[in-house]
């Protein structure tokens, strides 16, 4: 069971250029997420799904897009890198229904272990 | 106003300190409430869930008021490796779909 794992680690980009981040969970988790983390600003939600074929835009979606063709995959697209995209991504995975109070776990969100992007 | 807001820190206490911080919401029909623990240059992870009764786990004490709208972590003899930003987790939604971060709190321990 690896959990949520993101591809690449690293990665530096020049503006204009497009790339995948890849993630994948192997928890049979229906809710998906990709979030961004900036110094001092937290984690902002970029894109989620709630199963496969079923995306929606968080609280910053511009510059990016968002597939899910399956429950396991649920890649990050940036369609033309700018240096305001430099940031660290996470990606995250958990049970779509809210859980019962003191069920441990239930709503546990997991997240990969980040994609350090940086754009030139 | 951030609809989730913690005090950043950095909080700096000694070994064996008590140390507590809030974490407050502005949406009254949030849902379910978490504390998660980063690392430097890591993933989060989940630390508790709050409950309306407050909860215990070990050092941690997490408590929920939901009347003022905030959420508070308190540990107990704090150990050096308690050193870790803490970021509180707010669900939203008929179905949590909605979950928001605070920007988090970071704590040292110093020997």
């Known amino acids: 069971n690896a959990g949520v794992t993101q591809t690449p680690k690293f990665q530096v980009l020049k503006t204009g250029q497009s790339m995948t981040l890849q993630c994948a969970q192997d928890?049979?988790?229906?809710?998906m997420s990709w979030y961004r983390q900036d110094p001092g600003m937290g984690l902002r939600l970029i894109h989620y799904s709630v199963g496969a074929g079923i995306t929606d835009q968080g609280e910053v979606p511009n510059g990016y897009n968002v597939s899910r063709s399956t429950t396991e995959d649920f890649p990050l697209r940036l369609l033309s890198a700018a240096p305001s995209q430099t940031s660290v991504y996470f990606c995250?995975?958990?049970?779509?229904?809210?859980?019962?109070?003191?069920?441990?776990?239930?709503?546990?969100?997991?997240f990969g272990p980040g994609t350090r992007l940086t754009v030139l | 106003r951030k609809e989730v807001e913690q005090d950043p820190g950095p909080f700096n206490v000694p070994e064996g300190a008590t140390v507590a911080f809030n974490c407050t919401y502005s949406n009254s029909a949030s849902q379910s409430f978490f504390w998660y623990r980063q690392d430097c240059r890591k993933e989060p992870k989940l630390l508790m869930s709050v409950y309306s009764s407050g909860n215990e786990d070990g050092r941690f004490t997490a408590q929920l008021n939901r009347a003022s709208q905030y959420i508070s972590l308190l540990i107990r003899d704090s150990k050096l490796s308690d050193s870790a930003t803490y970021l509180c987790v707010v669900f939203e939604g008929s179905s949590a779909s909605k979950i928001i971060f605070g920007s988090g709190t970071r704590l040292s321990i110093r020997p």
């Open positions: 995250a995975s958990r049970l779509q229904k809210p859980g019962l109070a003191g069920v441990r776990g239930y709503n546990e969100q997991f």
């Open positions: 928890m049979n988790h229906e809710y």
